[in-house]
């Protein structure tokens, strides 16, 4: 079975990561969505975000930090998610599928979905392991 991909943004604030929880669903996720057939990552990530949050990314500014492949929450197999960085117009805010969204840090752990913890503990608990300060977020998100 092929691995669901998806274009997903990845921002940061210190300890905190921005998550959605999307309909009755118990647990959060990254903002984006399942790339769709003829689309790039790119374009995925621009729609998700748009119909997600109301945001509008700069193209400009994305980049690709790095890509976790997990247990998918609510499908067999695994999902991969493309996680990208970059500025954004607009404060994020619940629409369309979302129904909250968040900036949650370990305390949350447990309502994270499953690719979601791998995320949080590869990236964000060993960078604030390796960091004096703890992370850094070297983009900042609003236009």
Known sequence: M??????????QRENKILLVRVR???????????IEAGETPLQTLSRELKEQLGIEINPATVKEEFTVVGPAYDRA??????????RW????????????????????????????????????????RNTEHGP????????
């Open 89 to 128: 117009r607009n404060v994020p805010r619940p629409q369309g599928e979302i129904r909250e969204v968040a900036w949650l840090d370990a305390a949350s752990y447990d309502i994270f979905a499953p690719a979601i913890k791998i995320l949080y503990d590869r990236w964000v608990r060993n960078q604030a």
């Open 24 to 34: 009755e669903n118990r647990h959060w996720y990254l903002p984006g969505g399942k």
């Open 2 to 11: 092929d691995n669901l991909k998806c274009a997903c943004l990845f921002s």
């Open 77 to 86: 197999g695994n999902v991969e998610l493309l996680c990208f960085s970059g």
């Open 136 to 143: 850094q977020n070297d983009i900042p998100q609003y236009e």
